[in-house]
């Protein structure tokens, strides 16, 4: 059972844009109705060895890993025995077109822990393709050290397929667009969205300004 605010959120989208198909092609995600939380999501491709990678992931992820992890295998991302596990799901929500629910504990160096709440959802490029997978990552509890500290892996605690996912079509709370970055007549995807804000947040970081909240991947940053 999802129990934080963004895997609901997060879930519930993809559910209303799936409709009746067992996965979304991925060009019809608005990033407009989930920039709330992007920070926390991340979207993951297949490769020819079924070895997930990062294709693109949130600042809030990144902050906690200690790292940018785009291009970094999925299996990056947990501890060194406990890999196998975490990629044959990531895997299989993609194969088999069923979304799953992860729950983990990250470690740090010092010894403090803390535990996550992880959904995977897949995607399609096109019709009969399914070779990316949404995922999002975030902590079952506010910590203070976290971000500041980084995880040296996650630790695999449970795992569950989600095959109860009836088809939903919901209203929504309306995101407003972002017009400082993007124009309205504009239609933009996903991961080019999280890369102009990427590379905004970077190029900020560069020249030591500070730009509003709403111009930034993690408004908390």
Known sequence: MMRQTTSIDIFTYWEQIRGNADAPLRSLIQPSAVSHILPELFILENTVDDNPRFRLAGTAICNLMGREIRGENFAALWAGSQQEDPVRIAAGVMTHVVPALITATGYCISGRSATFEMVLMPLRTAG???DRLLGSLTPTAPSAWLGNERLE????????????RPARHLDLPPHPDPTDLLPSRESI???????????????????????????????RR
């Open 128 to 130: 009969d393709t399914c």
């Open 153 to 164: 892996f996650l630790a695999l605690d449970r795992s569950r397929l989600l095959y109860e």
């Open 189 to 219: 995807g996903l991961g080019e969205w999280m890369r102009k804000k990427l590379n905004l947040a970077i190029n900020g970081r560069d020249t030591a300004k500070t730009e509003p909240t709403r111009d930034k991947i993690d408004g």
